[in-house]
T-cell receptor, first 114, second 111 residues
Framework: DGGITQSPKYLFRKEGQNVTLSCEQN?????MYWYRQDPGQGLRLIYY???????QKGDIAEGYSVSREKKESFPLTVTSAQKNPTAFYLC?????????????FGPGTRLTVL | KNQVEQSPQSLIILEGKNCTLQ??????????LRWYKQDTGRGPVSLTI?????NTKSNGRYTATLDADTKQSSLHITASQLSDSASYIC???????????FGKGTSLLVT
């Protein structure tokens, strides 16, 4: 059963802590993406990766870090430098990185800072 | 600047009624336009994709239209069901580059 999985579904963090959100895909897609969604706003791109061991900053990368050591995995770390991390985080993948390719989304992780 | 504007921001309709959601964009050069449905607390799921040469595309009770000249698209939902309650997001791609251009979505509630 192909798809994208994200874990955990809900995550709570104390201020000053780093947390890592997991994203795994078995679609054999080369490109993977992380988005942040806030109420009343469109999705905003945090980071994207078009191939293993390569990734690029998106529009709102400050306070976040990623790695792409395996084709199937693209974890996102929310660091203490991110001033307002409470949001819904969505991971996506596509066959290639170009925007005309359909992006398939995971179920999301809701991060709340206490 | 590439922009995608959706209207209305929110909509409430009675079960069984029809509704139409609007999307205006300034993305250029245009590649394709997708409508996604996002249930609360879930990831978006693609409903339709439209390219420059397509005017209308249907997916069950969902019908999308595209006017590339006026840069407008609509999503028409026929005989609405309670399960249609969701956010509908318009996403426009340019010919080159990697970035998608997302609208803020229309929140639909079917009661």
């Amino acid at each position: 059963d192909g798809g994208i999985t994200q874990s955990p579904k809900y995550l709570f963090r104390k201020e000053g802590q780093n947390v890592t959100l997991s994203c795994e895909q078995n679609l054999n897609h080369d490109a993977m993406y992380w988005y942040r969604q806030d109420p009343g706003q469109g999705l905003r791109l945090i980071y994207y990766s078009q191939i293993v061991n390569d990734f690029q900053k998106g529009d709102i990368a400050e306070g976040y870090s990623v790695s792409r050591e395996k084709k199937e995995s693209f974890p996102l770390t929310v660091t203490s430098a991110q001033k307002n991390p409470t949001a819904f985080y969505l991971c996506a993948s596509s066959r290639e990185r170009f925007s005309y390719n359909e992006q398939f989304f995971g179920p999301g992780t809701r991060l709340t800072v206490l | 600047k590439n922009q995608v504007e959706q209207s209305p921001q929110s909509l409430i309709i009675l079960e069984g009624k029809n509704c139409t959601l609007q999307c205006n964009y300034t993305v250029s050069p245009f590649s394709n336009l997708r409508w996604y449905k996002q249930d609360t607390g879930r990831g978006p799921v693609s409903l339709t994709i439209m390219t420059f040469s397509e005017n209308t595309k249907s997916n069950g009770r969902y019908t999308a239209t595209l006017d590339a000249d006026t840069k407008q698209s609509s999503l028409h939902i026929t005989a609405s069901q309670l399960s249609d309650s969701a956010s509908y997001i318009c996403v426009v791609s340019a010919v080159s580059g990697y970035a998608l251009n997302f609208g803020k979505g229309t929140s639909l509630l079917v009661t």
